[in-house]
């Protein structure tokens, strides 16, 4: 309800100004023309001022829209004020166009560039610096089309009708609105849509205002009193961006993009191209080389842009692959030691199983605990342990002979270790190698085995096994107990003939 006044008073003053505007015309009707421009400059000359207000509160990366628009209204306040200065004071003829009327034609050039300028996620500057060579053409392009000389030249100025001219707003006007309704369609969201909804608002208000101004200006010259319509669009647009609505309050996030609308995103870029390939095409016929440049620049920059975009969608996706690579390998791997975690350690141990099965191989499992590690803990506190659990981590993997062979924590201060095509020899070669790797770290904590850390280790080892996967933990987890009831520090070993002897199975 506080967004109210203001947005009363701001309606109030768009009013005030069409009603002034009318009575100074209908009071000083023998002075129309003197009394018509200071409103008709003033209208547009505040929206320009809006705009640029509205940049300047804008986050930096939603700015560049509104300073766009702000230069489409500049330009507009630049042509009404040419027009005042041709029929005021040099008493040039409506019935053909002049520089006023080419600068009318220019406002368009920002305008598309801010409909069809990407996201503020997705610009490039190199892109902006392309957008700004196309506008340029079209500046060119547009004057050889409006007086069919080429600037600077010699050649005198043969600017075409008035009626041909009207018909080319009338285009530029629908085109200006399709294409932001367009990209209003695709739904951006945020203070991005909020834009969108303005800019979509305001041309298609202009395109009809300026329909009936422009033919009623073609059919008689007697057409002030409808002057005041030129006003109505620009006061709308004032009144859409200064008032707090369009400002302030939470904003929303767009609901989630049709196939289409998403089409229409990633295609507006190239609607200015498109508008620059249709008028360079439009003027080969009398002015060939000029529509040839025309033709080359807008394929070059649809090339470059193309190239360009596709070109940053390879480095990422190779980004993502490698991201995703890198997850893949954190939700694999144990945060604090950095061998595999027990997720990893469970789809090594069914693979190598498989494979053992395939191949008629043997497979050793060796299940490693601490000992009197909770002694350690307390004795020395948590820090202690955990460096600890990272030195005896890196001594265990050292001991591995084989890349194939993996290292896991296997949960708290236990780790388990898989090693394929191994036997009961082998195995215990591993173990032992291990248990000597752990005690060169000389790791203090006094208990019943030394001054030093020591490990117990519990080995299984089946060959060519033809028992549930399941067994094997077992048969380690059996031989690790044994290894600590008989006084730790040592290796215990049971093998698939003992355990299917032991009736375990």
């Known amino acids: 309800m506080r967004r109210l006044p203001k947005l009363t008073h701001l309606v109030l003053f768009a009013v005030a100004f069409l009603a002034l505007h009318v009575i100074a015309l209908r009071v000083l009707a023998y002075q129309a023309t003197l009394v018509t421009y200071p409103f008709m400059v003033l209208a547009p000359l505040l929206a320009c001022a809006s705009c640029l207000w509205r940049a300047t509160v804008e986050e930096r990366a939603t700015r560049s829209p509104w300073i766009l628009l702000s230069a489409g209204m500049a330009l507009w306040t630049c042509g009404i004020v040419l027009s005042a ?27 598309l560039l801010a409909t069809s300028s ?10 902006i610096w392309m957008d700004a060579a196309q506008a340029l053409m079209t500046g060119f392009l547009a004057y050889v089309a409006i007086f069919s000389v080429l600037p600077f030249s010699d050649t005198p100025l043969e600017p075409i009708s008035a009626s041909t001219l009207v018909l080319t707003y009338n285009a530029e006007n629908c085109i200006l609105a399709a294409a932001a309704t367009l ?27 300026a329909y009936v101004y422009n033919n009623s200006a073609v059919q008689t010259d007697e057409h002030f009193a409808i002057d005041a319509l030129v006003d ?7 009144v859409a961006t200064m008032a707090q609505r369009w400002l302030r309050g939470d904003v929303e996030e767009a609901p989630q ?6 089409f229409i995103e990633n295609v507006s870029p190239i609607f200015y191209t498109v508008a620059l390939l249709v008028l360079s095409i439009s003027l080969m016929r009398q002015h060939f080389h000029v529509g040839t440049v025309g033709v080359f620049t807008a394929l070059v920059v649809y090339a470059t842009r193309s190239t360009t975009l596709q070109g940053r969608y ?21 945060a604090l030691t950095n061998t595999a975690n027990r997720r990893r350690f469970d789809e090594a141990l069914t693979h190598e199983w498989n494979r053992a099965i395939r191949n008629r191989h043997p497979l050793a499992l060796l299940l490693i ?7 350690l803990n307390d004795r020395y506190g948590h820090p202690a342990g955990d460096r600890c659990l990272v030195s005896v981590a890196l001594a265990l993997q050292s001991a591995l002979p084989r890349a194939g062979d993996l290292l896991a924590r296997y949960g708290g201060e236990e780790f388990a270790v898989i090693l394929p095509a191994t036997d009961e020899a082998g195995a215990y070669l591993v173990a032992s190698a291990m248990q000597a790797a752990i005690q060169s770290l000389k790791i203090r904590n006094e208990s019943s085995t030394g001054l030093f850390v020591t490990v117990s280790v519990g080995a299984a080892v089946f060959e060519a096994p033809q028992t549930s996967m399941a067994e094997i933990l077992e048969a380690a987890d059996q031989a690790l107990y044994r290894a600590k009831q008989g006084g730790r520090n040592r290796i215990e070993a049971t093998t698939q003939r003992d355990f299917l002897r032991n009736g375990t199975r």
């Open 369 to 375: 605990d601490i000992d009197y590690f909770k002694m």
């Open 85 to 111: 200065w041709e029929e005021i004071f040099q008493h040039l003829p409506e019935s053909v166009a002049w520089f006023s009327d080419f600068t009318y034609f220019l406002y368009g050039v920002p305008v």
């Open 118 to 127: 990407v996201s503020a996620k997705q610009r490039m500057p190199f892109f």
């Open 314 to 334: 390879i480095r990422v996706q190779r980004e993502l692959h490698e991201a995703r690579d890198r997850l893949e390998q954190m939700a694999l791997t144990d």
């Open 257 to 262: 993009k049709q196939t289409l609308a998403l």
């Open 232 to 238: 109505v669009p620009f006061l709308f647009l004032t």
């Open 183 to 209: 990209r209003l369609f695709a739904q951006p969201r945020g203070r991005e849509r909020r834009f969108y909804v303005v800019l979509c608002s305001f041309l298609w208000i202009y395109a009809i205002a």
